[in-house]
């Protein structure tokens, strides 16, 4: 009788706030990425240097990830999502005035800005996972596709403020400040966390070090890396590619950008009716193989529309590899922030590598050649995959 009185009441204005925490998550990370080649001009730096100042955000976030856990579970996900909003103003805001000063003060933003990120991702998933068993239905991947709603906006109000020659400072300032206002508001309907997950009896850094010795969460971690990886080169790279590979205008290189979020947003909505029909395991083997093909078309098509087509089969590709790793590290509720934490943590290391790989490759081979790497790492998700299968207990 409780359950059906208090339920609408309770989990959805939860459900919304989740919701808007992913979506200005999106949009603070688009906004940064839609500006990635105008700051690289501006700090005349070649792909291999590009590749070292944006790894500053993944070394800033696997910092974070690694106490995330402790400090969720100390502080909760709504305190944490709203701190981390307010770090993130500052240092989205810094980076947007601090290139004209130079590198340095990029760099320090950055990782200032991954911290801020690392802490806000975790935070957000196991809040999203407590929704999602209030709820009662799988509801993660739309959470997801919530971010990725964010990415999509934020990519369109770039590609629109570099064809009207705003200038980034005011851009991303004003989006900082949007950001983090916006998110402070929204989490004051956040779910308790220890609603759904009872507090840890042994509690503390000791409690969550202990799950990196679990095989199944590390292996669940290998999976996330991989789809992170293609993901989050298509988030730094695509832009860059099109402009430098194909010689397009730099408006046209963001909506690469836009296609490929959107196509990402698009299967993190649709994709929890094939989760639930065929299953974690064969949907996400499926995908890597769409993110391989579409791969190819961009690396290797003979002009910008292909490459646009292959932008939109790997977005789709790879839009439900992190958020599928997100749910199966959550299958237990009562140790979902630490499992969530080490698998966001190994995930991140995608982003980590992944930026000065590209880079120094693209040296080399032009960043667009240097794309087809992904594809190694789409073998590795195949073969890993089978660790995000259900747990017996949470089926």
Avoid at 60 to 86: D, E, N, P, Y
Avoid at 280 to 299: H, S
């Amino acid at each position: 009788m409780s359950l059906t009185v208090t339920a609408p009441v309770d989990h959805r204005p939860a459900t919304r706030a989740t919701y808007a925490a992913f979506i200005w998550s999106g949009v603070a990370m688009a906004s940064w990425a839609s500006r990635i080649p105008q700051i690289r001009d501006a700090l005349h730096l070649e792909p291999s240097k590009l590749g070292l100042v944006l790894l500053s955000i993944a070394a800033g976030s696997i910092v974070s990830l690694l106490a995330s856990g402790h400090i969720v579970a100390r502080f909760g996900s709504r305190k944490t999502v709203a701190v981390m909003a307010a770090l993130l103003m500052v240092a989205l805001a810094g980076a947007a005035s601090g290139y004209h000063l130079g590198v340095a003060p990029v760099v320090a933003s950055l990782l200032l800005f991954g911290f801020a990120n690392g802490a806000w991702d975790v935070a957000m998933n196991v809040q999203g996972a407590v929704v999602e068993r209030a709820v009662g239905r799988s509801i993660m991947a739309r959470f997801h596709a919530g971010f990725s709603v964010g990415t999509v906006a934020g990519a369109l109000l770039g590609a629109a403020m570099v064809a009207l020659h705003v200038p980034v400072t005011l851009h991303l300032t004003l989006t900082a400040l949007v950001v983090g206002a916006s998110t402070a508001y929204s989490v004051r309907n956040f779910m308790p966390d220890g609603a759904s997950e009872p507090a840890p009896a042994d509690g503390g850094l000791k409690h969550t070090l202990r799950f990196w010795r679990e095989p199944r969460t590390l292996l669940v971690g290998v999976f996330v890396l991989a789809f992170a990886f293609a993901e989050g080169t298509g988030i730094d790279w695509i832009g860059i590619a099109v402009i430098d590979g194909y010689k397009a205008p730099a408006a046209v290189g963001t909506l690469a950008f836009a296609v490929f979020l959107a196509a990402m947003t698009v299967g993190r909505w649709f994709g929890p009716n094939l989760l639930d029909r065929y299953g974690r395991v064969p949907v996400v083997r499926a995908l890597a193989v769409l993110t391989v093909a579409g791969l190819l078309l961009f690396v290797f098509g003979p002009n910008t529309p292909i490459a646009f087509l292959g932008a939109l089969l790997w977005g789709v590709g790879t839009s439900l590899g992190f958020p599928v790793g997100m749910s199966a590290a959550s299958d237990d509720p009562a140790y979902a922030a630490p499992r969530v934490s080490v698998v966001a943590s190994i995930g991140y290391c995608a982003f980590l590598g992944g930026p000065p790989l590209i880079g120094f490759l693209g040296d080399h081979i032009t960043v667009v050649r240097a794309l087809a790497a992904v594809a190694v790492l789409m073998a590795v998700a195949s073969l890993a995959a089978g660790a995000v299968r259900p747990l017996k207990a949470a089926e």
